[in-house]
């Protein structure tokens, strides 16, 4: 409302959305100052919905296509840990039993199973 009202006072369209800077970017703009100046406004209006259009079709393909990769990375840590919380103590019972030395990535697991269940 507020650039219509300065256009119908006799602003240029350029002029009123330069005065909302958060809604129209830096590019718009200069775009709608050179599209008036070269009397080629509807031209570069139209250039520009179409950039914008594309532009927001782009990020929303970009948050569908990461949606998955975020699921299994969440998935995957939840069951890391339950599996770190739960089972981990469990065997290491078993291997306790043993009596023998345990190879040092086991050890890094129990080691991180002890950290998980007494701190979470």
Not at 21 to 45: H, K, M
Not at 62 to 71: D, E, V
Not at 72 to 79: D, E, F, G, K, Y
Not at 97 to 104: I, K, Q, Y
């Amino acid at each position: 409302n507020s650039i219509r009202a300065d256009v119908e006072s006799g602003s240029s369209l350029s002029e009123a959305i330069s005065k909302h800077p958060i809604q129209f970017d830096e590019l718009y703009r200069n775009l709608v100052r050179a599209g008036e100046s070269a009397g080629v406004l509807e031209t570069v209006l139209d250039t520009v919905a179409t950039y914008k259009e594309n532009l927001e079709a782009l990020k929303g393909k970009i948050k569908k296509a990461m949606f998955y990769p975020t699921m299994v990375i969440a998935v995957a840590l939840i069951v890391s840990s339950i599996l770190l919380i739960f089972v981990v103590p469990m065997f290491e019972e078993v291997f306790a039993g043993f009596g023998a030395e345990l190879p040092a990535f086991t050890l890094m697991v129990i080691a991180l199973s002890d950290f998980m269940v007494k701190w979470w």
